[in-house]
Structures are given as structure tokens and as C-alpha cells.
């Protein structure tokens, strides 16, 4: 299958339009009050969803998945500014491809509205095409400096799609575009097998919902891991990274 092949799958649009047009407003409402939309994970739709990924992920994760709490939210604007992650491996945790090929854990990016070359797209080099793949698999600071650029793939995406990849797999979204008609708004988390030890200081299982408390904890760890730990040498006595801290370690398994 490809995601053996290749590192990454994508499915049709499986999400209703009424469901992404839910999730399009609740990120607006959030973003017109001036809040980061990482907030917006306070609303149910985003958890709610995962009924029409369950089993596409049961299939390729097995039936016992968890979530692991490691959300972000994004909106890239449709100016010459906007643009999404810089070229990467997503590469937290280490050795999660099985004795099959099979990733243990999962990257999931789920698009809500239409992801095109001029509102950042996702670019990904195909994991068969990327020398550096299995060295990376080991140590998570593998550069990707030996690709031909031909072997680049550009992931032009209808809103309703879930994207999947492995821990490895080089990716990064694009420059956006003045000329772009829409913001690309779409939201990231990770998945894991059940069956293996948690390979972050939390798992949840999604079967039982998603309390309001732990939606709140879940939004502290994504800021401080995506957003405030790129500051440079952040203060260690600055409340709100305490802040940030403290609900994080609340985070239990749940
Ligand atoms: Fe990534």
C-alpha cells in the first residue's frame, strides 16, 4: 500500500460539508475575538469527526489507537506573507515503523477548506524517493539534503480529506499567495497503536470523548510545543510559560 511505499496516503473527501463548514466557523469566531485558533479546540466538531476516520485508522493502527495530545491549528492567510512549517521531518519519537513497514504512529492533517500550490499546499518527498529515510528512522536530526528536486511531490488538496504520514517522511507547506482565493485552513494530530507503550507523556482514548478540561490542557501543549518553545531561550521564570507548563503536566492518560 503506499503508505508502506511511500510514507503517506491520502483518502477522498470523507468529511460532510456541513461538519467542515461548522469547523470553518468555529475557527473564524475564535480568530475574529483574537485569540490563536488553537483555541477553537475547545468545540466539539474536532473531536466529533473522528467517527468518519475510525476506520481507516483502525485498519492501519488496529483497533485499540489513541490519540496523542500533540494538536495545531492552521491558518495561513491567502497573502504573499502566509505560509506553513518550514521543510521538516515530523520526527518526535523515535523507531515507530514496525517489523511489516507499518508506521506505529500516525500523522493525520485533515483539510477544511481546499489546500492549493497558491495557498500553501503540503509538498512531501515520497519516502522511496528520499535517501536519507531509514537513517532518519534512528536519529531524528536527519537532514534531507540529497533530494533531486524532481522527486518532489506537490499535495493540491479538497477540504474534507485526510492526509496521513509517518514520523519520517519529509514535508513542509508552501509559500501561500496574494492571489490565493482563500485562507488554508486546516488542523494536525498525531495517532498511535494501542498495542505499543505511549510514545509521548499522554495518550487518550478517543471512545470516551474529550472532557472540557483536557480540550483546555491539550491547547496548552500544543502552543507550547508548535508556538512558544520557538522563541528563543524563553525565560524560564515567564508566567506564561509556567502556565503553559503546569496544565501540560496535568495532562494525564484519559
Ligand atoms: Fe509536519
Not at 189 to 203: E, F, K, L, S, T
Request: aromatic share 12%.
Amino acid at each position: 500500500m503506499q503508505l508502506r511505499e511511500e510514507g503517506y496516503f491520502q483518502t477522498s473527501p470523507i468529511i460532510p460539508d456541513s461538519m467542515l463548514q461548522e469547523m470553518r466557523e468555529c475557527i473564524e469566531i475564535v480568530r475574529r475575538h483574537g485569540f490563536p485558533v488553537m483555541f477553537s479546540l475547545v468545540y466539539d466538531v474536532f473531536y466529533s469527526v473522528f467517527s468518519y476516520f475510525d476506520s481507516i485508522l483502525t485498519h492501519i493502527l488496529g483497533s485499540e489507537y489513541k490519540l496523542i495530545p500533540n494538536f495545531w491549528v492552521y491558518y495561513i492567510d491567502p497573502t504573499d506573507a502566509g505560509k506553513g512549517f518550514e521543510p521538516h521531518r515530523d520526527a518526535e519519537y523515535v523507531n515507530t515503523i514496525d517489523a511489516h513497514g507499518m508506521p506505529t504512529v500516525l500523522t493525520l492533517w485533515v483539510t477544511i477548506t481546499d489546500a492549493t500550490p497558491l495557498n500553501s499546499c503540503m509538498y512531501i518527498l515520497p519516502k522511496d524517493r528520499d535517501p536519507q529515510y531509514n537513517q532518519a528512522i534512528h536519529d531524528l536530526k536527519t537532514n534531507a539534503n540529497q533530494l533531486a528536486l524532481e522527486d518532489i511531490r506537490a499535495l493540491p488538496t479538497k477540504a474534507g480529506i485526510l492526509s496521513c504520514w509517518d514520523q519520517y517522511v519529509f514535508h513542509w507547506g508552501s509559500r501561500s499567495s496574494k492571489r490565493a482565493p482563500h485562507p488554508r485552513i486546516s488542523y494536525a494530530m498525531y495517532c498511535q497503536r494501542g498495542d505499543v507503550d505511549p510514545v509521548d507523556n499522554a495518550i487518550i482514548d478517543m471512545r470516551n470523548g474529550i472532557d472540557f478540561k483536557t480540550r483546555l490542557e491539550v491547547i496548552c501543549k500544543g502552543m507550547h510545543r508548535y508556538s512558544y518553545l520557538s522563541v528563543q531561550s524563553p525565560d524560564p521564570r515567564d508566567p506564561l510559560l509556567s502556565f503553559l507548563e503546569r496544565h501540560i503536566a496535568n495532562l494525564k492518560n484519559v
